[in-house]
């Protein structure tokens, strides 16, 4: 019951920090500040009522529109509130520990989710997030000369990989963007862990660009969300993956 109570807190939590996220995912791209002004509707310019701001709640109670203009919101605003909501909850459930480490990993994961979305929006993401993943990831473990160290070794994997690829497809195959997210996969999970999360975003990201390919159109595969959540699995399950690398490799 009182673990109970504690889940419920850091879904609050995590879904709170979820909106705060969705402001990052909007205004940071366009270069705006995040702190200051208040949420407001984009079509109209009305501020956003703070009961209207409750994660996921504020969206319901207004039914998906904006209370002044009518203006449809996005579903993906509470979505994201949902699955930030949702990660606090896993990463304690993971770590069994509210300490700085779970503090990090919250926020590492956080600032992923937000890549990913971004990634998707712009088939691009900003160096300040993406290098601001890479240093939390650092310190998100006791060890923090092993984590640069194999945030190190990811990047140089990853490029080494961009350059063959590169190579054989004659065309620049992986962005700069996705070479730093190697590096905070790195620091997060490890360098064998990172190749096999490297494996599963890759084997993930077949599905969807043979539909690009089928439906003939000419679209960018963006691959940061395949590695975002790659890597949240394979550090999620953790001993599993450990266990199936000792199976393969001994
Ligand atoms: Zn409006």
Redesign the pocket.
């Given at each position: 019951m009182e673990n109970l109570t504690v889940y419920i807190f850091l879904f609050i939590l995590g879904s709170a920090i979820g909106s705060f996220l969705n402001v990052v995912i909007y205004r940071v791209p366009l270069g705006k500040s995040i702190i200051s002004p208040p949420s407001s509707?984009p079509?109209?310019g009305?501020r956003i009522k703070p009961w209207h701001n409750i994660p996921i709640i504020g969206w319901l109670i207004l039914g998906g529109r904006?209370a002044?203009?009518n203006?449809s919101i996005s579903i993906r605003y509470p979505i994201i509130e949902f699955f930030s909501g949702v990660l606090a909850v896993l990463i304690f459930y993971k770590l069994k520990n509210f300490n700085i480490f779970y503090i990090i990993d919250f926020t590492t994961f956080a600032t992923l989710l937000a890549l990913s979305i971004i990634d998707l929006d712009y088939k691009a993401v900003p160096d300040s997030l993406n290098l601001l993943a890479l240093t939390l990831a650092f310190f998100s473990s006791p060890d923090i000369i092993e984590n640069i160290k194999n945030a190190l070794l990811m990047i140089g994997i990853v490029s080494l990989i961009r350059f063959y690829i590169s190579y054989i497809l004659k065309k620049e195959a992986l962005g700069e963007g996705d070479i730093i997210v190697a590096g905070t996969m790195g620091a997060l999970i490890g360098v064998k862990l990172s190749l096999i999360a490297l494996f599963i975003a890759s084997f993930i990201a077949i599905f969807p660009s043979f539909y690009i390919r089928y439906k003939n159109k000419d679209l960018e595969l963006p691959f940061v969300p395949f590695l975002a959540f790659a890597t949240f699995i394979v550090w999620y399950f953790n001993d599993f993956f450990i266990h199936v690398w000792r199976i393969i490799y001994g």
């Amino acid at each position: 019951m009182e673990n109970l109570t504690v889940y419920i807190f850091l879904f609050i939590l995590g879904s709170a920090i979820g909106s705060f996220l969705n402001v990052v995912i909007y205004r940071v791209p366009l270069g705006k500040s995040i702190i200051s002004p208040p949420s407001s509707c984009p079509k109209c310019g009305a501020r956003i009522k703070p009961w209207h701001n409750i994660p996921i709640i504020g969206w319901l109670i207004l039914g998906g529109r904006c209370a002044e203009c009518n203006e449809s919101i996005s579903i993906r605003y509470p979505i994201i509130e949902f699955f930030s909501g949702v990660l606090a909850v896993l990463i304690f459930y993971k770590l069994k520990n509210f300490n700085i480490f779970y503090i990090i990993d919250f926020t590492t994961f956080a600032t992923l989710l937000a890549l990913s979305i971004i990634d998707l929006d712009y088939k691009a993401v900003p160096d300040s997030l993406n290098l601001l993943a890479l240093t939390l990831a650092f310190f998100s473990s006791p060890d923090i000369i092993e984590n640069i160290k194999n945030a190190l070794l990811m990047i140089g994997i990853v490029s080494l990989i961009r350059f063959y690829i590169s190579y054989i497809l004659k065309k620049e195959a992986l962005g700069e963007g996705d070479i730093i997210v190697a590096g905070t996969m790195g620091a997060l999970i490890g360098v064998k862990l990172s190749l096999i999360a490297l494996f599963i975003a890759s084997f993930i990201a077949i599905f969807p660009s043979f539909y690009i390919r089928y439906k003939n159109k000419d679209l960018e595969l963006p691959f940061v969300p395949f590695l975002a959540f790659a890597t949240f699995i394979v550090w999620y399950f953790n001993d599993f993956f450990i266990h199936v690398w000792r199976i393969i490799y001994g």
